[in-house]
């Protein structure tokens, strides 16, 4: 299929190169930006348009990928309304009613994955989570996905926003506490490598068994002790001293069943 994207960010990036990479070109790409479609166009051999109204007749397929949901709705409504092509979008959160309500054939497409441009990822392992308006657009976007990714799951609109949760606990969240982490360590003049063969052996354990069953620290073991001491440390950090607590008492509780 021929493609075009909205967008040009870490995630337009990565996806269009695997789609040229699968066998679909990528011909135009628009961005609000429009220096950034312009570097992605010369990166990948496409061509940047300054409108969305300039989408060729012969694009079989739109995909919108865009950072904020409210971002994805204003671009829909730039999208010539006679575009006979396929029209998706990339968000976790975003309903698929965005799309249905003003185009018949129209789905999701969304990779689980944190993507920075200079990173080279694998994207036959990343999971994708497809949806679409009518057979036809699930049957497309499926065989689309599983040219590109092993792992392919439909999941509706209310199971994918849950997903999109559970992944900002696991990465966008645990990100935070590195910088956390690293904020204390700096402020004893220790440097932040101290930590990072704790927090491998952390995410090691909780690739090979249940996240529950590895849990460690004071407030698995229920050490009142210990988290006094802490939070008598973070006297001066009232917000630091807020979130050690109430993440310790969801510890304590966790395991007090």
């Known amino acids: 299929m021929k493609v075009?994207?909205?967008?040009?960010?870490n995630v337009a990036?990565?996806?269009?190169?695997v789609?040229?990479?699968?066998?679909?070109?990528?011909?135009?790409?628009?961005?609000r930006n429009h220096e950034n479609a312009i570097d992605l166009a010369l990166e990948i051999g496409a061509n940047s348009i300054p409108d969305i109204g300039e989408i060729g007749k012969e694009i079989e397929l739109i995909i919108i990928v865009a950072i904020k949901d409210d971002a994805i709705a204003e671009v829909i409504n730039k999208i010539p309304q006679?575009?006979?092509?396929?029209?998706?979008?990339?968000?976790g959160t975003a309903d698929l009613d965005l799309l249905s309500k003003r185009f018949e054939n129209c789905g999701v497409l969304?990779?689980?994955?944190t993507f920075s441009k200079?990173?080279?990822?694998?994207?036959?392992?990343?999971?994708?989570?497809?949806?679409?308006?009518?057979?036809?657009?699930?049957?497309k976007v499926t065989n689309l996905?599983?040219?590109?990714?092993?792992?392919?799951?439909?999941?509706?609109?209310?199971t994918r926003a849950l997903l999109h949760i559970s992944a900002v606990f696991a990465c966008n969240f645990t990100n935070a506490f590195y910088t956390i982490a690293q904020e204390i360590t700096d402020s004893v003049n220790l440097d932040?490598?101290?930590?990072?063969?704790?927090i491998q052996e952390t995410a090691d354990k909780a690739m090979l068994n249940q996240p529950k069953d590895v849990q460690t620290g004071p407030a698995k073991r229920n050490d009142l002790q210990i988290m006094q001491k802490h939070l008598k440390l973070l006297e001066n950090e009232p917000q630091l001293k807020d979130l050690y607590q109430s993440i310790s008492q969801y510890i304590v509780k966790m395991y007090s069943k």
Do not use: C, M
């Open 118 to 139: 200079n990173s080279d990822i694998d994207f036959s392992i990343i999971p994708i989570f497809v949806e679409g308006s009518n057979s036809y657009s699930i049957e």
């Open 110 to 113: 969304y990779p689980l994955q």
């Open 4 to 9: 075009a994207i909205l967008g040009s960010g």
């Open 13 to 17: 990036t990565h996806l269009s190169k």
């Open 19 to 31: 789609l040229i990479k699968a066998g679909h070109p990528v011909k135009q790409i628009w961005s």
């Open 82 to 91: 006679n575009s006979q092509a396929l029209i998706f979008h990339t968000s």
């Open 145 to 158: 996905a599983n040219q590109i990714s092993e792992k392919v799951i439909y999941a509706d609109s209310k």
């Open 192 to 198: 932040f490598d101290l930590l990072r063969p704790l």
